[in-house]
């Protein structure tokens, strides 16, 4: 299985890739790259089109994807699109969360025939930095399926049927077939401990004791 760190977007508050800030003297994909090879992976990638990443020693791909935030005017795409198009087993992992050992290891060894997401969820760890749960990865070995969700995804919202632009949670409730909207907290892989992306800069002075 080929794991894929998605590491594009834009996003202003940040003077560089935030995936490329460090922490404890580690870039936070440098770290995720380092617990897989802990734990055995060894088919790592990124997904981007930053030349900063160039300097990680794993394998750059890279394919077109207008996503930006909406801090930005006009078109911002469309943030499933950012799955690196394979029909190949890959595991998706969001190059901007800060993941504990614990965390990736149960990325790693956790079993699937289709698809499975890893996700936080309430009640939160007393050591985790936001009030909501936030998305981690998606392990794909059934690439049809989740490239026909992602396309129905996109149907959908094009139909008015989300309440905000689709990304994880809206494609997951789709690969699940459950109502739309309304997160079920209990269907994915949990993990509940400090793991969580960085939305902004300050967050990562929240989480360097745990590292």
């Known amino acids: 299985m080929k794991y894929i760190l998605m590491c594009g977007g834009q996003y202003k508050k940040w003077s560089q890739p935030r995936q490329l800030t460090e922490i404890n003297g580690e870039t936070v994909v440098a770290r995720t790259i380092r ?21 990680l020693g794993v394998p750059i791909i890279k394919h077109n ?26 595991c998706y992992i969001f190059g901007d ?20 997401f890893f996700a936080s969820a309430p009640p939160f760890d007393e050591r985790y930095i936001k009030p909501w749960a936030e998305p981690f990865a998606f392990k794909v070995v059934d690439q049809a399926k989740f490239r026909a969700n992602l396309v129905m995804t996109k149907q959908l919202e094009a139909n008015g049927f989300f309440s905000r632009r689709p990304i994880a949670w809206e494609l997951w409730q789709v690969i699940k077939g459950t109502p739309l909207n309304i997160i079920d907290y209990t269907n994915y892989t949990v993990i509940n401990d400090w793991t969580c992306d960085i939305d902004e800069p300050e ?6 004791e745990f590292v």
């Open 35 to 55: 617990l897989l090879n802990e734990n055995g992976v060894k088919d790592i990638y990124i997904s981007a089109t930053d030349p900063r990443f160039d300097e």
């Open 65 to 90: 994807n207008n996503y930006k935030t909406a801090e930005y005017e006009g078109d911002i795409g469309h943030w499933v699109d950012a799955f690196y198009p394979t029909m190949e087993k890959a």
């Open 97 to 116: 969360v800060l993941f504990s050992e614990d965390a990736i290891k149960t990325i790693v060894e956790t079993k699937t025939d289709s698809i499975e």
């Open 203 to 208: 967050d990562i002075e929240k989480m360097k």
